[in-house]
């Protein structure tokens, strides 16, 4: 009763298939193959606006797309128009006005609102509503979604399958519309943060468009704005009866050239057209200063009168991040604006890519000679700095207190003083069974982690044999694209110590890490260090303890994420009940107050991202007053009536 009636039921009108991308249908659409758009219908209203599109509808039938599968009449009856020959589809398709109340169940048609759903849906965004786009081929069977939608759902595209369920009411449209649409989930309610965000692809490609030395000829520029601001119906920013604007060139000798940076201008220039005012942005890139240099200030973003004037546009101006460019046209000028605008980034950074390519090779791997050297060189300094500090530390801990068996500063030591060393550990650890193993690796993990990270900032990303921008492997870590520095450390220095449960690895009753190696061996590589690299290849023990340290990873990911799901579930359940209510207090099914004022405060996050105060929020909104002025519809009157002050004092 409560799994299958009360929390969740079968429904008709609804479909299921496997997700795959498409960059180029908008971010607020969802591609239907056509054998979902013949299943699913929508109860029209038959009235004489209408009634000549939707007998064509019925005589088609429900084979022949667009068509109509039934007819509803006033009484309620229902008649299935797959029984009926053609000429009695035409005979009831002439009688659709003799009686009114009669309803065609047509065929799912462009522009029909859906709700996608992909689950577990564990926030509100989890159900948004999307235009269909019907995919007219028969052999085209999967949803498509543009990833913009990805984190918001949390899908990927390696055989995710996602719900759409068709509303089947004017009021359930109009709701879908203007509240559900994904163009108003574009911040989300729990930090006030964006949800949205171009990812991977299109952030690369956007780098690579607007760095300084991208320059495009006429053709080529008019060909990028125009991918930028044409679309499929409904998606694009200017519309095929509309005119361009094409700006002055950069150059003008001795040859005339546009810069990557003047599509981005060119985009917003069409999407902000007269009467908004011209948005004004000053940002930083997620791209650290020193991959460009400093002295070229690509890292600092400048929007002035809606004309990018310098920096680049990376992972902070285009993707899930507060204040880059999709972000600001979201607050000055409204969700549907960013939405478009989204689409449109997506648009032209697919087709940018086909021309500037994208692919990693062994040469954005390798370091150059001198850094090798020097990765070579702070190994082994590594090597003799732990085993160094580890006869101290025995030294210091033993009974005996004696150091002894410490080697020489600078230097490595002996194998007799290794042996020395390796049989007080093994006495210290018979006497201190319960933590001396603890205390030992949380010594040796704080030794190896600081020196190695000596290794890492010198060989990265400096030491590379192929410099950032022409190294793609380098370009997708540092613009954000994707991957981080450990996958580039691990694959150009080395893998470094690997960790269980906090601990290097165990070691056997026998006192060994591995067979192979001496028990209580004083050395790094006994204790887990790998300073091997993928590159070069690692070597059967060290990769052992890679696959320790893997395995781990993958049993914690199982184990927490049914934990923290079945906790979250727990936690949703008692609180699903609480809603604001009108006089702003917060309460349960019983009318039991919980809040006097939501949050304390009585902020909504998606609203409050301009509220912080600190200088850069207070400069954005002085440079923007026109637009915010603008959206808002403030004109003098406003000013002049005075404001009023008492609700709002009442309330805080």
């Known amino acids: 009763l409560f799994r299958r009636h009360m929390m969740g039921k079968r429904v008709n009108f609804c479909c299921r298939s496997v997700i795959s991308p498409d960059p180029y249908i908008g971010t607020n659409e969802i591609g239907i193959p056509v054998h979902f758009a013949k299943s699913l219908h929508y109860p029209t209203p038959v009235n004489n606006w209408n009634v000549k599109y939707l007998r064509t509808l019925v005589q088609r039938g429900p084979f022949q797309y667009p068509g109509a599968n039934q007819i509803e009449l006033a009484d309620g ?27 065609v169940h047509r065929h799912l048609i462009d522009g029909d609102v859906l709700l996608v759903n992909r689950q577990p849906t564990l926030h509100k965004p989890g159900i948004m509503a999307h235009k269909a786009r019907v995919l007219r081929h028969v052999k085209e069977q999967t949803l498509r979604m543009h990833y913009a939608n990805c984190n918001t759902y949390n899908a990927d595209f390696d055989g995710d399958e996602m719900n759409c369920h068709f509303v089947q009411s004017e009021l359930a449209r109009a709701e879908a519309n203007y509240i559900c649409n994904t163009d108003n989930q574009y911040i989300g309610p729990t930090s006030g943060t964006p949800l949205r ?9 956007a780098v690579k468009l607007t760095c300084k030395d991208t320059f495009l000829t006429k053709a080529e520029y008019q060909q990028l704005l125009y991918i930028a601001v044409s679309g499929l119906p409904g998606t694009e920013i200017v519309t095929p009866m509309e005119t ?57 973003v400048i ?132 933590d001396a193993k603890v205390q030992l690796d949380g010594k040796m993990q704080s030794i190896i982690n600081q020196s ?66 001496r028990p209580y061996e004083a050395s790094a590589r006994a204790g887990g260090f790998v300073q091997d690299r993928f590159l070069t290849g690692v070597k059967p023990q060290e990769y052992y303890f890679h696959c320790m340290a893997g395995r781990e990873g993958l049993v914690d990911t199982a184990v927490k994420t049914s934990r923290s799901g079945y906790l979250q ?63 808002h519809n403030i004109h003098q009157d406003f000013f002049n009536q005075g404001l009023e002050m008492d609700s709002a004092a009442r309330h805080h």
């Open 77 to 103: 009856k229902i008649i299935k128009l797959e029984k009926l020959s053609a000429m009695e589809r035409a005979g009831k398709a002439k009688l659709l006005l003799s009686t009114p109340g009669i309803k």
């Open 197 to 205: 965000g171009l990812i991977q692809d299109h952030v690369a490609s």
């Open 244 to 300: 361009m604007i094409m700006p002055e060139p950069a150059i003008l000798k001795p040859r005339r050239m546009w810069t990557g940076k003047q599509v981005i201008t060119g985009l917003l220039t069409h999407l902000c057209r007269p009467p908004l005012p011209a948005l004004h942005l000053d940002a930083k890139t997620k791209t650290p200063a020193n991959a460009f240099g400093e002295e070229h200030m690509e890292h600092e």
């Open 303 to 434: 929007f002035r009168h809606g004309e990018l004037l310098q920096g680049v546009i990376d992972k902070n101006a285009i993707g899930a991040a507060s204040l880059g460019i999709v972000h600001t046209v979201y607050e000055l000028y409204g969700a549907e604006l960013a939405g478009r605008l989204l689409s449109a980034f997506g648009r032209v950074m697919t087709f940018h890519l086909q021309d500037a390519g994208h692919s990693c090779g062994i040469a954005d791997l390798t370091l150059s000679e001198p850094a090798d050297v020097e990765r070579q060189r702070l190994l082994l300094k590594v090597k003799a700095d732990s085993e160094r500090e580890l006869a101290s530390f025995i030294g210091s801990v033993s009974a005996s207190g004696s150091s002894t068996s410490a080697a020489p500063v600078g230097g490595n030591m002996s194998t007799s003083q290794l042996k020395t060393l390796e049989g007080q550990i093994a006495q210290w650890v018979s006497k201190n069974k319960k």
């Open 452 to 517: 190695a990270s000596d290794v890492i900032k010198a060989c990265l990303p400096t030491g590379l044999e192929t410099p950032f921008l022409r190294n793609n492997f380098s370009l997708m870590v540092q613009t954000g694209a994707k991957g981080s520095s450990v996958n580039q450390s691990q694959i150009s220095c080395f893998l470094g110590q690997q960790a269980l449960e906090g601990q290097r690895v165990p070691l056997m009753v026998s006192g060994k890490s591995l067979p192979s190696f």
């Open 569 to 631: 579930r727990c936690l949703v359940k008692h609180l699903e009940e609480l809603k604001i209510q009108y006089d702003m207090t917060v309460r349960d099914s019983a009318s039991n107050v919980v809040q006097f004022l939501y949050g304390e405060d009585g902020l909504d996050p998606i609203s409050a991202a301009l509220l912080k105060g600190d200088a850069g929020q207070m400069r954005f909104l002085a440079r923007n007053n026109q637009a915010l002025v603008f959206k």
